[in-house]
């Protein structure tokens, strides 16, 4: 057994196997368990995802929103035992790979059109 190998069957024990398929354009809840002193819950934060990355163990995927007027974007490690769970809201109908150019958007034009040929 190689080297590789090895990482691999390391890394196999840690995959997620509930998450859904996600794509660029789609709005997500991602619940962030969160530790507040000795207690944890799971908040929501809701956006678009406008970047997916790597792959396997080190598959993030950045999601966007508009939060008191202010974009904010934050990365999530998939595979992390701080995300309970990812649920899709609505399919979006994008032709890039990344949407960075929503950055520049205010408003309505930050919106994505809808698709209804991908099950959610």
């Known amino acids: 057994m190689n080297a590789q190998e090895i990482i691999r069957s390391i890394e196999a024990e840690h995959l997620k196997s509930d998450l ?3 794509y660029v354009g789609d709005t997500v809840r991602v619940g962030v ?14 956006g678009v995802v406008i970047a997916k990355r790597n792959g396997g163990i080190n598959e993030t995927i950045t999601v ?15 595979h992390s035992p701080r ?3 990812v ?10 790979a990344k949407l960075y150019y929503l950055r520049d958007r205010v408003g309505k034009a930050t919106r994505v ?7 959610l």
């Open 20 to 22: 859904p398929d996600i």
């Open 33 to 46: 368990i969160i530790q507040e002193g000795g207690k944890e819950r799971t908040q929501p934060y809701e």
């Open 64 to 78: 966007r929103r508009i939060f008191q007027g202010v974009g904010v974007e934050r990365v999530f490690l998939l």
């Open 83 to 85: 995300i309970a769970n």
């Open 87 to 96: 649920k899709i809201l609505r399919r979006g109908k994008v032709r890039r």
């Open 113 to 119: 059109k809808q698709r209804f040929d991908r099950a």
